[in-house]
């Protein structure tokens, strides 16, 4: 198939996903484009089968907001005709539904078909597509997407519901590849590996997101500030945005900053996971939970809440640990109490790896999405 891929580039779950979609895509034999305002940061080196198609926005005096969801249409169309794609998969709602949708008629007029299937991420229906200036655009080209994808249980029902969806959503979860994200087998080369971040007696707590408010980075921050009055540790921080200030500034009011690393944002992020003994994700809301997953078959559990999708990743007490939002006082407990019964959190560690592979391998997820594809082919 030649497939047509649209998302965020930047560093975020929906972006990430979509990203190695692509990748897994054309590591099987499809042939993917990626359409954009600019080439998703996890391609380099990584694009075989993969050709990029930036999507150029002109900027003029009469406007004051460039309209990049019609020049993100006018440029789908011209690579679907251009190398005569199957369809089109658009990675969150707002606003690249509506640009395929646009595309999927311009195309339709001069008699070419282009299908298009919408995959939900996550904030695109629980924060901006509810937004009401953006609520029935939104509604309006969910339904009339050709197939509609969630990425949990969660957010399909949340999308039915508060959308009013009438037409069918598959689940299908993210994913990581199993073979790129593994734990380093050799315990002497993974302690020569943590010594660039920490000292051999202590713990390594991370966490990554792309520092939304949403994410709660303060609050990692105040569960490692407890953590480490405990244990002997080191937090890493990876990724960047809008709350990396505030947090850069309580670790040194706290007077910890000699102990936080700020490493801003990561493309072998697989390899800095299994350094760590515990992932640190106390998010407000998660649809699903990447950074966790991508953890786990690293054989890293997560201290994290019991919000969204993240019960369908986790098993409290199997597979990690999970409180509610801002119970910053319990989450110290338990990541202290993990980090001071080794055996309980090799065990943790081992189902995490396990479950993984079970459930969340690229190997089980991608064929799905293969699977799908050739049902709205079939449909149209």
């Not at 993974?190 to 010594?195: D, F, H, Q, S, T």
């Not at 707590?205 to 569960?223: A, G, Q, Y």
Request: charged share 25%; aromatic share 8%; net charge negative.
């Amino acid at each position: 198939m030649r497939i047509g891929i649209t998302c965020y580039p930047t560093y975020g779950g929906s972006g990430v996903v979509a990203t190695e979609l692509g990748i897994e895509l054309a590591a099987r034999g499809h042939e993917v484009h990626f359409i954009s305002y600019s080439q998703p940061f996890r391609l380099s080196g990584r694009d075989n089968g993969i050709l990029y198609h930036e999507v150029p926005v002109s900027s003029y005096p009469l406007f004051e907001f460039p309209p990049y969801d019609l020049a993100l249409a006018s440029r789908m169309a011209e690579v679907a005709e251009f190398y005569k794609l199957d369809l089109l998969h658009v990675h969150y709602a707002i606003p690249h539904s509506v640009s395929a949708l646009l595309a999927r008629q311009m195309l339709a007029a001069r008699g070419i078909r282009l299908p298009f299937v919408t995959t939900l991420h996550g904030t695109d229906i629980t924060l901006v597509g509810l937004d009401r200036g953006y609520l029935p655009i939104t509604r309006y080209a969910i339904q009339k997407s050709d197939g509609v994808t969630s990425i949990s249980n969660y957010l399909k029902e949340k999308t039915l519901e508060d959308f009013e969806i009438t037409r069918p959503i598959e689940v299908i979860p993210n994913f990581v590849n199993c073979d790129e994200y593994v734990p380093i087998k050799d315990g002497v080369a993974r302690a020569k590996a943590r010594l660039r971040l920490a000292k051999p007696d202590e713990a390594i707590l991370m966490h990554l997101s792309n520092f939304r408010p949403v994410k709660r980075v303060v609050d990692v921050v105040k569960i490692f500030a407890g953590v480490v009055r405990e244990v002997p540790a080191q937090l890493v921080l990876v990724g960047d945005g809008p709350d990396r200030s505030a947090a850069e500034w309580l670790a040194h009011d706290l007077q910890i900053n000699d102990k936080v690393h700020f490493m801003g944002k990561q493309e072998r992020v697989n390899e800095l996971l299994p350094l760590a003994d515990l992932m640190v994700m106390p998010s407000e809301l998660e649809s699903f939970g990447l950074a966790a997953l991508e953890a786990m078959a690293c054989k890293v559990p997560s201290i994290a809440t019991r919000v969204g999708g993240v019960t369908e990743l986790i098993d409290d007490g199997v597979t990690g640990l999970l409180y509610p939002v801002g119970n910053v006082e319990d989450m110290v407990a338990g990541a202290v109490g993990l980090l001071k019964d080794r055996d309980r959190l090799e065990a943790m560690r081992d189902a995490g790896r396990k479950t993984a592979q079970k459930r969340f391998c690229s190997s089980l997820v991608v064929p799905q999405y293969v699977k799908y594809y050739e049902q709205v082919l079939g449909a149209n």
